[in-house]
């Protein structure tokens, strides 16, 4: 298994719900955000995880979900950014990342993918905001788009 970590000082790795919130119409204040995020945060980094869990979301879950036609029109456009593939060894790291930090399966992928990519930063709302992984520092970019700081 690889094990070296170099952060790219500026390579973010974004979450699947930064993407939904920039489609999501029924969010306006996130999808602001979100919008504003990915156009200012130039070496954006995604995994297969992340494309495939926004095409689900996007055509299934939102309030106003987006035709197939637009969603795997949205899921091409990402796939312009650096893409970290699933693999077996990325699985592996995820479960001791996951069993390390208490982190669900999925939030340890996303880990694991983030710090194979070499980002300094993990966009998402789904882990507590400021909080470290070895060095991979995760943002929340809704922050304060509800009116109040995010608990975690």
Same mark, same amino acid.
């Given at each position: 298994?690889?094990? /070296?970590?170099?952060?790219? *000082? &500026?390579?973010?790795?974004?979450?699947?719900?930064?993407?939904?919130?920039?489609?999501?119409? /029924?969010?306006?204040?996130?999808?602001?955000?979100? $919008?504003?995020?990915?156009?200012?945060?130039?070496?954006?980094?995604? =995994?297969?995880?992340?494309?495939?869990?926004?095409?689900?979301?996007?055509?299934?879950?939102?309030?106003?979900?987006?035709? *197939?036609?637009?969603? /795997?029109?949205?899921?091409?456009?990402?796939?312009?950014? =650096?893409?970290?593939?699933?693999?077996?060894?990325?699985?592996?790291?995820?479960?001791?990342?996951?069993?390390?930090?208490?982190? !669900?399966?999925?939030?340890?992928?996303?880990?694991?993918?983030?710090? $194979? /990519?070499?980002?300094?930063?993990?966009?998402?709302?789904?882990? !507590?905001?400021?909080?470290?992984?070895?060095?991979?520092?995760?943002?929340? *970019?809704?922050?304060?788009?509800?009116? $109040?700081?995010?608990? &975690?």
């Amino acid at each position: 298994m690889k094990s /070296a970590w170099v952060a790219v *000082p &500026g390579r973010a790795f974004v979450d699947t719900n930064v993407f939904v919130y920039a489609v999501d119409t /029924a969010e306006p204040k996130k999808q602001e955000a979100a $919008q504003r995020v990915i156009d200012a945060t130039p070496d954006l980094v995604v =995994s297969t995880q992340v494309l495939n869990e926004f095409y689900t979301i996007a055509t299934r879950k939102l309030a106003y979900p987006l035709p *197939p036609e637009e969603a /795997a029109t949205a899921v091409e456009w990402m796939t312009r950014f =650096s893409c970290v593939p699933i693999d077996a060894d990325l699985v592996l790291r995820a479960i001791k990342a996951g069993q390390r930090w208490q982190l !669900s399966h999925w939030d340890a992928l996303m880990v694991a993918a983030a710090r $194979q /990519a070499g980002c300094d930063r993990l966009l998402t709302e789904d882990l !507590s905001d400021e909080a470290s992984y070895d060095g991979l520092r995760v943002e929340n *970019p809704f922050r304060g788009t509800d009116g $109040q700081r995010p608990v &975690g």
